[in-house]
């Protein structure tokens, strides 16, 4: 059984559309994929309609957080996505997107950079605008390589000349609100050092205590060293440890499937969940 458990669509900074994300999926040879959209929700009913038989969606997010000015992911699973008071937290960091990327647009023209809003919008979509999109027009500009060679002090990680700051969740805040509305907790790639500064140990043991339920360990970012490191940490804790792609269709060079999470942790994610249930596809028409 092959369990992949963080995925990105159009419905934020991944380049395939919810339907086509699904249909990948399966074509990769998944049991299950997760969709986890910056902050949002938006591609879930797209992703349902167009799930293929064989292939079961779990429905969540990658909520934007920060704790002592250090920036961190979570990774929320099977929550009631109209529970009140985690959409609201959602809807205000969404928000708070647009005027960030006005601001790091701003700065990277006064870097002398040719970058134009309406470029990033264009290439933004429909999307909720992110980071992703500032780096795929500093590469369309051939500032940089890659996306990825956009992440660095010299451009877009946190702290460089070109970042900006966003509204994002204190990570003890999320973990209450996506308990309470039911869902599972996982640190999105806490070791991933090369995005910027990491959270130390003794506050992941801070949120194990206050419920975080599991960190992402098998992770492009993380090297065999950093995961072994992280699978003691987490063993320590009593977390559960997932492995996923982090996949962003052609906007990053990583597959689907790429890394997987083991099924009986997927069971007791699932276990654990009581706002909403993975879905199994039914075999209807395929849509993009």
Known sequence: MRIDLHTHSSASDGTDTPGELVANAAAAGLDVVALTDHDSTRGHAAALAALPAGLTLVTGAELSCRIDGVSMHMLAYLFDPAEPALLSERELVRDDRVPRAQAMIGKLQ????????????????????????????LVELGVVPTVSDAFTEDWLADGGRAHAEKHETDPFEAVRLVKAAGGVTVFAHPAAAKRGRTVPEDVVARLAAAGLDGLEVDHADHDAATRERLRSLAADLGLLVTGSSDYHGSRKDIPLGAETTDPEVYAEIVRRATGAFPVPGTGGPVTA
């Not at 990033?120 to 027009?137: F, K």
């Open 110 to 137: 006064h870097l002398g950079v040719p970058i134009t809003w309406q470029q990033v919008a264009r290439i933004a979509g429909d999307a909720s605008v992110g980071r992703p999109h500032i780096a795929t027009a």
